[in-house]
């Protein structure tokens, strides 16, 4: 069975630093892995996905993710958090031959000015 | 903006009530999905459409939600005699599947309608 864990409910980091939202996972097979983010009364936006290839994949907005096998884990990081990242950040997870995903709980981030 | 559309973005119905939901997805795609997500919890899966067919649903899907996708574009999720327990954002999201290649894109979601059921 599949199963996404984001062991941080809440983030908060101040403007200008470099932010980190941790996720793990578990699933048979390899993992089909992404992150979105929700803003209030928003539906859902993609931000990322790793399929297969460089374990560091680039998103929208500056965000990155570092996919880590032997720890599987899914890190999401940005280098310098704006004010504007603040947001609700889903981690999901799809398995090998699966059609839907499966979502972590998520981590709301706060940028503090 | 060509992105997912849900109607009605909010609604309030009473215990007992049916209601029913409708989803636009992005034109091009043939894969259709309905999520559910209640307070502080990720979003469910509920079921998937591929074109016109129906083909999962979650053990979530109890037998008072129906969903259906006639011409394998709009879709539409009915739940009858609501419950409390049903008020939730129902999230629909749509992808490219591309057949015998097996890849099947990341999925885009659209607002959501927030159902709450007194």
């Known amino acids: 069975a599949q199963s996404v864990a984001q062991p941080e409910d809440q983030v908060n980091v101040a403007e200008g630093n470099p932010l980190t939202v941790k996720c793990t996972y578990s699933v048979s097979g390899n993992p089909y892995l992404f992150w979105y983010v929700q803003y209030p009364n928003r539906g859902l936006q993609f931000l990322l996905k790793?399929?297969?290839?460089?374990?560091l994949v680039k998103g929208s907005y500056g965000f990155e993710a570092e996919f880590n096998k032997s720890q599987t884990s899914f890190h999401l990081k940005k280098p310098s958090a704006l004010v504007s990242d603040s947001a609700l950040y889903f981690c999901?997870?799809?398995?090998?031959?699966?059609?839907?995903?499966?979502f972590g709980t998520g981590t709301r981030l706060t940028v503090i000015p | 903006d060509t992105g997912v559309s849900q109607d009605p973005r909010h609604k309030i119905t009473k215990r007992g009530q049916n209601v029913t939901f409708r989803c636009d997805p992005i034109s091009e795609h043939n894969r259709l999905y309905w999520y559910r997500q209640t307070l502080g919890q990720g979003p469910e899966f509920l079921t998937y459409f591929q074109n016109e067919a129906q083909l999962e649903k979650s053990r979530l899907l109890s037998d008072r939600f129906s969903a259906e996708r006639p011409k394998g574009s709009f879709s539409t999720l009915e739940i009858q005699r609501t419950e409390q327990g049903d008020s939730a954002m129902y999230l629909c999201?749509?992808?490219?599947?591309?057949?015998?290649?097996?890849?099947?894109?990341?999925?885009?979601f659209g607002p959501g309608t927030r159902l709450t059921v007194t």
């Open positions: 790793y399929i297969t290839g460089d374990n």
């Open positions: 999901a997870v799809r398995e090998t031959g699966a059609n839907n995903l499966f």
């Open positions: 999201a749509s992808s490219l599947y591309l057949g015998l290649a097996g890849v099947s894109y990341e999925q885009y």
